[in-house]
């Protein structure tokens, strides 16, 4: 073994010594299985939680429209965007709506800003300990991942090329290494012709039901049409107006 490779067994066992010690009784197995089986093993729980999801952002991305499903929109709720800080709205329509981060809906301590559910222990979604909600927590471990994915999909071109078989789903060719990531119904298309859709139906537009691997030139001319539709979209707008 070499030298790096002494030093990272030397540490993982220590790792996994610690998050023994600091498991409680009740925890996820597939939690577990996972960091045992990492190649850098997290040594607390919450983390090995966090690393979990990270190593699953499919999985996350489900669960949270899951999650948002349970809450539903508020009521008198609607989809705005313009907002600043203080307000909590979104500041473009590429932020995917989230009406628990908007200041006159967030549910407050031990829920989260993503979905509206409740926040147990370590960030998990399910009271498996019996505690009640975590006062201390306003993100699930899974919805951070699910809200990166949401906003920065390009982040997830290497395991959404995985999924779609490494073919570009406009022209069934291979996928080339400049391929991108791209929305099947763009965003600006989900603002402007499907504003009143119900939230969380809405976030289907940020998650995987609606993200594509494509190659640049595919990507390309998808965009020209995309850009003359708007183009025909806004004139047709001006002559009824
Ligand atoms: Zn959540």
């Known amino acids: 073994m070499s030298k790096w490779q002494d030093i990272k067994a030397l540490a993982n066992l220590r790792a996994r010594a610690r998050l023994a010690k600091s ?7 597939a939690v577990l299985s996972r960091a045992y089986n990492s190649s850098f093993v997290p040594p607390m729980p919450r ?13 996350a991305d489900r669960l949270a429209r899951k999650l948002a499903a349970e809450s539903g929109a508020p009521s008198g709720w609607t989809w ?8 909590g709205l979104p500041t473009t329509f590429r932020i995917p709506p989230a009406p628990y981060r908007e200041k006159a809906h967030a549910r407050g ?9 409740p926040v147990y222990r370590f960030g998990w979604h399910a009271d498996l300990w019996e505690t009640g909600p975590n006062k201390n927590a306003n993100w699930h ?3 951070v991942v699910a809200w990166q994915l949401w906003n920065a999909p390009s982040g997830q ?7 779609q078989g490494r073919r570009c789903t406009l022209t069934g060719k291979r996928l080339w ?5 791209d929305h099947r119904v763009p965003l600006f298309r989900v603002w402007g012709e499907f504003r009143d ?18 190659n640049r030139e595919s990507h390309a001319a998808k965009c020209a049409t995309e850009a003359r539709d708007r183009q025909i979209t806004r004139s047709s707008a001006a002559v009824t107006a």
Do not use: M, T
């Open 23 to 29: 498991l409680p009784e009740i925890f996820p197995k």
């Open 47 to 59: 983390l090995a939680i966090d690393s979990y999801w990270r190593a699953h952002p499919i999985r």
């Open 80 to 87: 705005r965007v313009g907002g600043n800080r203080k307000s």
């Open 109 to 117: 301590a031990g829920f989260c800003c993503v979905c509206g559910q």
């Open 141 to 143: 471990s899974a919805c």
């Open 157 to 163: 071109a290497k395991l959404l090329r995985r999924v």
């Open 177 to 181: 290494k400049d391929a991108e990531v």
């Open 197 to 214: 859709a119900s939230w969380p139906q809405l976030l289907r537009y940020w998650g995987l039901p609606n993200l594509q691997v494509i």
